[in-house]
Structures are given as structure tokens and as C-alpha cells.
């Protein structure tokens, strides 16, 4: 390694990557924008390090392919290559079981969607003088970077960023920062505003105006409807979902098809299945097509779309709005069905997975975004009898520490 010399600061090597993505050395200081063979720069900042010069590239870096990777703090992991980068992920979710006592269970090699794929993302808008940044904070700040580009971003989307930015420069007042919510659905862009301001006719009339000049299927704002021009639709199967504003879906097309192939093979044998935390069905509407299913979810709105487009579609899906982690389904309320699918926040499953430890379910099948919180519930069940077969890691949010995963557990 190279010495010391009269430039101020430390020269150390990274060793691994944390579980946030930043480069590790051997003695625990966390070094943001660094790989596994690096060697660096810094000056120290307690637990920290600021990186000052790059030494020398270690074999994981690569070419980042965004121009504000390093300032937007959107993506944490593009200055990485793609196998040492998919192996550190697939690892968080090994290492999170390891942590709960589970050393033996197959985990897969990683699934991973494309960039380019991603088709929700939550933006912010802020007026600057006359002009308006679009994008997102810097990592560990409320500055926002005006994005020019987004290599995550389906292309309807990245297109939508500069024409939010003309836009709303006559909307917004100054240093005023609005929250944009946009999905690209089946009959087109559903975008959703946050903005803390009183209702006015003005407000409404120039977010109106929008709406139409960018041909949106729909504007809200703050959960008011403002401009429909098609209702968004979400098609599941045979199935079309009328969504609510604001309803949850997975971020990607590619990682919902993937974690719907994976739930139906899971579910195979079962009869009679509940969905919890069911969303606008993606799951529970992918499995209709050959299961009785009982969708539980604690948002209203959405429990209702999936109740109307399983209607419409003459499936055995019955709905019921409840709030999971306050009354979980209890162990005779369980009793009816063969299989469980899970597809919780990334807080997890705590009192439901508590409440299955204690119940005859035959399968549990358990989709979740957040491998610590899965690790944990994972262990409740397996302390109640269940055995966890198979975890299954799919990278659909690119170049972040978030990993999505599919596992099954048998009784």
C-alpha cells in the first residue's frame, strides 16, 4: 500500500462494502463512494471518512453510467460492477439469516431487472427564483439536485422530469417544494402532488392545466382528484385494477412478474389462501385465477379496486380492511386456509408472523423489501414450527441497498 505523505489526511484500503453500500476498512471507518480494493484518501470523521483522493482502483469499480451519481442521492451503488454488486446484495439477505441462527437455507442466486425499469418514483420540485429543480435530495441532506437524466427511470417517466420543471414554474411560489408521486400505468401517467397549501381556485385551475398540456390519465392533489382524463388501470391477468391515488405497486413491471411466478408456484395445492397486506392485488389477483382467495389490507381504497376488478372478473376474492399490525388475523381466524402470502411494509410482519407461530397453516409464502425485518419474522415462524425451504433475492431497486425477496416456509 502506498505511504503516507505530506497531503493531509489518511490512506487506508476498503475491504468490503457495508450494508449501506459504503467501502468498509479493516478497521470499521465507513467510506462513502468506495469499493472492495480501493485505496483512498481521507480525513477522518469519528465512524466516518471523507474521501479526498483516489489512489488506486480497486477491480469492483466501474464507470458510474449517471452523470449526478455522487451528488443525487437517489442511487447509492453505480460506481460498483455489476457481479461484485449483485453478490453484495444477494449477501445482505444471507447475513441477515446468519444474524437469526439461519446457516443452512438455500438462498438463490439474485434475480436482477434492467435499468430502465423503474415505473414509480417519488420526486421533488422546488422553485428557485424563476426557475424550478426537479429530482431528488442529496444523500443525507434537503438539497435538491435538478436531475438531466435518470438511468432507473422507465423512459416516460425520465421524459416527465423536464416537462414538470417548465411547468410548474407557474404554479409554485418561491422556495416552495412540492412532493411528486408518479406512476406510469396502463392507460397512462398517474401523478400524485403534496403540497402544503390552502385549497384556491387558482391552485386548481393551473394544476388543471397541466394535467392536460402533458395528456396525465390523472392529477392529484393532496388526495383530492383535480384532473382525470383516464382512470389509471393496472392490469393483473384478465384482471384491470381502477387505482386509487397514491396505491401502492411494486416499482417495476419485471419485479412485479417475477414475485407473481414465484407467489403462484408457492401456492401450488392450496385451496382457500389469504393475502395479507394485499394492496390493490397484485398477488391476490394473480393467484384468482386458480385459488379462493381472502385479500386483507389496512388502506380502504385499495382494498375496494381489488374487490371491483375481482368482481368484474368473476373471481372467488372476498376483501376486508384491517389494520395488520395493530389486529393481526388470529390463529382461528387462519384456520380456514392452506396458505399465507405476506407482502408487508418494510417494518415486516411482527404481530401476523407471531400470530401464524401459533397456527395450522400448511404454507407460509413471504414477499418483503427489507431483509432484516424479514430475518426476524422468519425466525418467529420457524420458533413456531415452520421450516423456511427457500429464499429467492430480486433486485428491482437498482443500485441501492434495498433488497426484494420471495420466500416459502412449510409446516
Known sequence: M??????????????????????????GLFIAGTVPGDVV??????????????????????????????TCGGCALQHVAREAYLAWKRDLVVTALKQRGFVDVPVDEIVAVAPGTRRRASFKAQRRGDQVAVGFYE????????????????????????????????????????????????????????????????????????ASTLKLARLSWNGEDVAIAAVPFLRVGRFAVALPPGAFLQP??????????????????????????????????????HHTVHAVDSVAPQVDALLAAAR??????????????????LPTELARFDAVVLDPPRPGAMAQAKALAQSKVAKVLYVSCNAASFA???????????????????????????????????R
Open 2 to 27: 502506498p505511504q503516507q505523505g505530506d497531503a493531509p489526511g489518511q490512506i487506508v484500503e476498503i475491504v468490503k462494502l457495508g450494508h449501506a453500500g459504503d467501502g468498509v476498512t479493516a478497521d
Open 41 to 70: 484518501r481521507v480525513e477522518r470523521q469519528g465512524e466516518r471518512g471523507h474521501l479526498v483522493e483516489l489512489i488506486e482502483k480497486g477491480p469492483a469499480r466501474a464507470a458510474p453510467p449517471c452523470v449526478h451519481f455522487g
Open 139 to 210: 444523500a443525507g441532506s434537503r438539497n435538491l439536485v435538478d436531475l438531466r437524466e435518470c438511468p432507473i427511470l422507465v423512459p416516460e417517466l425520465a421524459r416527465l422530469m423536464p416537462l414538470m420543471r417548465r411547468h410548474l414554474a407557474g404554479v409554485l411560489r418561491a422556495n416552495e417544494t412540492v412532493e411528486l408521486l408518479a406512476t406510469v400505468t396502463d392507460t397512462g401517467i398517474d401523478l400524485a402532488l403534496t403540497l402544503k397549501r390552502k385549497r384556491e381556485a387558482d391552485l386548481l385551475m393551473g394544476l388543471s392545466a397541466i
Open 252 to 289: 417495476t413491471k419485471e419485479g412485479e412478474r417475477i414475485l407473481q411466478e414465484f407467489v403462484l408456484d408457492g401456492a401450488t395445492g392450496a385451496r382457500a389462501i389469504a393475502d395479507l397486506f394485499a394492496g390493490c392485488g397484485t398477488l391476490a389477483l394473480a393467484l384468482a385465477g
Open 312 to 329: 368484474q372478473g368473476r373471481a372467488r376474492v372476498t376483501g376486508e380492511t384491517r389494520d395488520l399490525f395493530r389486529r393481526p388475523l
Open 376 to 410: 426476524r419474522d422468519a425466525r418467529i415462524l420457524a420458533d413456531g414450527g415452520y421450516r423456511l425451504e427457500r429464499v429467492r433475492p430480486i433486485d428491482q431497486f437498482l443500485w441501492s441497498p434495498h433488497v426484494e425477496l420471495f420466500a416459502q416456509f412449510s
